[in-house]
């Protein structure tokens, strides 16, 4: 040891753009039991851990984290929590096919069908190939249609909330073309009508926070269906189409009856990247999204905590002056 307090071993991966970084060694010990549980035992106590992960200088604000856990259903290749810079994600699409190929890269997995615990529930995963990965993700449902809010700057704005492993308002009239040189724009229009929900009290079930939001336009590619725009918990945008908010979509395209099961949907993101997206019908009206997309190991590397660093858990710029 150099003096350094407790290294933390990550495998960081880009899922269509969008960056995880699963751990693989040196997180908290959480105990056994539910996912759910580990998952409020991980926020109380230690949330300085999620910090030194994810924020600068360390990380960055659109960095998804992926702690590793031994699952509880032991039918199950590993359990997963997923963070972010702000606090904790239910489920996490692009994340889950960055863990399926960061295991595979791993050597703890092979091709072939697997299932994951989340907090949230078990999903199950298909690695394709060294890269491709498709997704059963957690049953989807559309809660609320064509709800109206009063958003500062933008006036009534017209959206869906769905459950797709998060909650989302998705919004089919944005405010100004998909396009990354709107990112600015969008993003600000989003941070408003999050804003806007949480003034008027609209909420998923349960009084549940709708923290994502979600604008959608038409596509660039020829062979795509639709584009979005999904801005996170935490203010940044997803790269990659969000596989939770894809799946938030396709339970809104199958409560309309235009999207049939089995039908193959393409959603292309904000850079463009792509996954494809199909149901089957679950129980009580919703359905079970198969999201596909491909992700690449980018990196694998040790976080070290030196005593003394003034930011070892993070730059927080809320807590400062
Ligand atoms: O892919 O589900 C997703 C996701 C949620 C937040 C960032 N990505």
Redesign the pocket.
């Known amino acids: 040891m150099n003096g350094c307090l407790g290294a933390i071993r990550v495998v960081d991966s880009h899922?269509e753009g969008?960056p995880t970084r699963v751990v693989i060694d040196g997180g908290p010990d959480l105990g056994a039991g539910p996912l759910a549980d580990r998952l409020e035992r991980f926020r109380a106590a230690h949330d300085d851990f999620r910090r030194t992960v994810i924020l600068e200088p360390r990380g960055s604000d659109a960095l998804?984290g992926a702690l590793l856990v031994e699952p509880s259903d032991r039918t199950c290749a590993a359990g997963v929590i997923f963070f972010?810079n702000t606090g904790f994600?239910g489920?996490?699409?692009?994340?889950t096919i960055g863990v399926a190929v960061t295991l595979a890269h791993l050597g703890r997995i092979g091709p072939g069908r697997h299932r994951l615990e989340t907090p949230v529930g078990t999903v199950g995963i298909e690695l394709l190939d060294a890269h491709e990965v498709a997704i059963d993700n957690v049953l989807s449902r559309r809660y609320r249609a064509g709800v109206s809010v009063d958003v500062e700057g933008l006036g009534m704005i017209v959206g869906d909330i769905a459950w797709g492993?998060?909650w989302f308002f998705l919004v089919s009239t944005p405010p100004c073309d998909l396009v990354p040189g709107n990112i600015a724009r969008l993003t600000a229009a989003a941070e408003a009508v999050r804003r806007g929900l949480v003034r008027h009290r609209i909420t998923g079930a349960d009084g549940a926070e709708i923290d994502?939001i979600e604008f959608f336009g038409p596509p660039q590619a020829a062979d795509a269906d639709s584009r979005n725009f999904?801005l996170?918990p935490g203010g940044a945008f997803?790269r990659?189409p969000?596989?939770?908010?894809t799946s938030a979509k396709i339970a809104c395209l199958a409560a309309d009856g235009k999207l049939a099961p089995g039908e193959v949907w393409g959603q292309e993101s904000i850079i463009g990247s792509r996954f494809t997206a199909s149901y089957r019908r679950g129980d009580g009206g919703a359905v079970i999204p198969t999201i596909r997309g491909r992700a690449y190991v980018c990196g694998e590397s040790k976080l070290i905590r030196q005593p003394g660093d003034p930011f070892a858990t993070g730059i927080v710029l809320g807590s400062m002056p």
Request: net charge negative; charged share 10%; glycine share 24%.
């Open positions: 899922t969008e998804v972010n994600l489920m996490c699409g692009h994340g492993g998060n994502h999904v996170c997803d990659s969000c596989g939770t908010g």
